[in-house]
């Protein structure tokens, strides 16, 4: 059984690699496809040659698949239909992508996708938006699949017949995952480092605990490691209650939410981020009535605006924020929301999702407050938690019976179906993690992160003020494409956050310390964030790098 072949992709630097870059061109566009004619040395010199760059896949000393990638014009297309930008989007960064040509025992789908990651990447680098080629017609299928659209006439003779096409930004981020993710093969990449805020990276203690055979829900056993769990969660945050569903976190909001409805009254929620927002849309679906402030995203509530809107509206039963907003890592005054409420007799709920296992995190006097197994207590995704600071009776009349957390409390924490692994893993994590230690380690990372990348000239979102250390947020410019920057840098071995659609829409990156966080990879990711802001300078404005 032959092994699979060893490849490598990089961009031609070598005497021998230019050498049979232009052997393989011969090959292809005069042997194979009668582009040009063939001669004695069957050697053919891209015309464009030096203005060329060349990138190749190499098995050996082999060179076995080749692309080019020019920004000059006129292009080779300007020469074969006048009128070109008449074509084309207007206002674009064009480039060509030309020459790609692979040896026929190596014509599958895994050459072409490192081929075309690689130029990819290079054209984005270097602030082009828009890549045309003069692509064979027997290649069709495969550049649709990448991405690109035909336009104009075709062009060749019967011999060799070429369509126009192009391939825009927007284009091929949305088949670049497929490209890039199953690009080279997975058992030869090491392991990701996780930035992500979810999920995270687990100890390897929670994975056996996770791997264990599954065990019932009403076991006695499962029964006495619920209560363990609850109790440990409630002292790691000191609260007096707390239940564990099996869901997201966005399932305990509703579950807040739920209880909220049981409350005569209006209320007040806060947003200064998606994740306010969020409070606000679980508010609406709910039927609360409710008044909202607002700020800024990455701003923060001022304590006279504060105490004014508290007071403008008295007669309000509760008030529900975020404690550590996640899309931006502002932390709003959680001792100042608690002073507030106690003064006026309010009940305080938090969204402190983003904050257990992250911050020193005290629920004592907080009505209600939402948590997840899969961030800071660095575990898997898919429990739910919800906080409190008093009992809860059953309300069979007036609440789904899932999000009864009175149920919850009559049956045990267990009135349906739980995940044995879930719970299991999170038990592990929470008494296999020192979590003093972790605090700091996160304490000390957050801030030097921000510190590093800002001396680099990355722009931090909400670079003043109390911030999360756990979460990073930085604001791209748009001639950077921070989904495309993600992907760029997970090819390079670090997950960071860039594809959520409201990091999307801004153009954001976040970089999160949630899971298990050591300082030597911190500075891994920060090296190659310097040196990426280097390469990718000249686009980020026209800004240089500090001395």
């Keep these: 059984m032959n092994s699979k072949p060893n490849l490598f992709y990089k961009v ?73 930008d008449g074509y084309l989007p207007p ?46 017609t027997r290649q069709i299928k495969l550049y649709r699949h990448i991405g690109f659209e035909p336009f104009g006439p075709v062009l060749g003779n019967s011999a060799a017949v070429f369509q126009p096409m192009f391939l825009s930004l927007e284009a091929f981020e949305e088949k670049a995952e497929v490209l890039w993710e199953a690009g080279a093969a997975d058992e030869q990449r090491r392991a990701p480092l996780n930035f992500l805020p979810g999920p995270v990276a687990v100890a390897e203690g929670v994975r056996t605990a996770f791997e264990q055979p599954p065990v019932s829900h009403r076991s006695r056993s ?22 564990v569903l099996l869901g997201s976190g ?73 404690h550590c907003e996640t899309s931006t890592g502002v932390l709003n005054d959680v001792a100042l929301l608690k002073s507030l409420c106690a003064e006026t007799g309010t009940a305080l709920c938090l969204d402190c999702i983003s904050a257990i296992g992250t911050l020193p995190v005290d629920l004592r006097g907080v009505f209600l407050a939402s948590g997840t197994s899969g961030k800071g207590l660095g575990s898997y995704p898919g429990l739910a938690l919800v906080f409190s600071d008093h009992g809860m009776a059953p309300q069979p009349a007036r609440l789904p019976r899932y999000l009864d957390l009175g149920f919850y409390a009559m049956c045990e924490g267990t009135p349906f179906t739980q995940s044995s692994n879930l719970l299991y893993a999170l038990k592990a994590a929470l008494e296999q993690t020192e979590w003093s230690q972790k605090l700091e380690t996160v304490a000390e990372l957050g801030p030097l992160v921000r510190r590093r990348l800002a001396a680099l000239g990355y722009e931090l979102i909400a670079p003043e003020g109390p911030h999360s250390p756990a979460v990073v947020t930085l604001a791209l410019p748009r001639s950077i494409s921070a989904r495309s920057f993600g992907w760029q840098l997970q090819e390079a071995g670090f997950l960071v956050a860039s594809r959520s659609e409201y990091l999307l829409r801004r153009n954001w990156l976040q970089i999160c310390l949630m899971g298990e966080c050591r300082r030597e990879d911190v500075e891994s990711l920060l090296e190659h964030l310097g040196s990426a802001a280097r390469a990718q300078w000249p686009a980020f404005d026209k800004r240089a790098l500090p001395a």
């Design 250 to 322: 966005t399932l305990a909001n509703d579950a807040i939410a739920a209880q909220l409805s049981l409350l005569e009254g209006p209320g007040l929620i806060l947003s200064n981020g998606e994740f306010g927002e969020r409070l606000v849309d679980h508010g609406r679906r709910l039927g609360l009535a409710f008044e909202t402030l607002e700020a800024p995203w990455g701003g923060r509530f001022e304590e006279s605006d504060l105490r004014s809107f508290v007071m403008e509206n008295s007669q309000a039963k509760w008030l529900w924020g975020v």
């Design 12 to 84: 031609a630097s070598e005497d021998w690699e230019f050498e049979q870059v232009h052997l393989l061109n011969h090959r292809t566009f005069a042997e194979e496809i009668p582009q040009h004619q063939p001669n004695a040395t069957r050697r053919l010199v891209d015309k464009f040659h030096a203005e060329n760059t060349y990138v190749i896949c190499v098995c050996g000393k082999q060179v076995v698949g080749m692309v080019a990638l020019r920004g000059n014009r006129p292009f080779s297309l300007d020469q074969k239909m006048p009128g070109l």
């Design 91 to 136: 206002g674009r960064a064009l480039c060509e992508i030309r020459l790609l040509a692979v040896e026929p025992t190596f014509r599958y789908s895994e050459v072409c996708r490192g081929l075309f990651s690689l130029v990819a990447r290079l054209a984005i680098n270097r602030g082009y938006d828009l890549a045309l080629i003069s692509g064979t």
């Design 222 to 243: 499962f029964t006495g490691d619920m209560q363990t769990v609850k109790r440990n969660l409630a002292e790691l945050v000191r609260a007096e209650h707390v239940e």
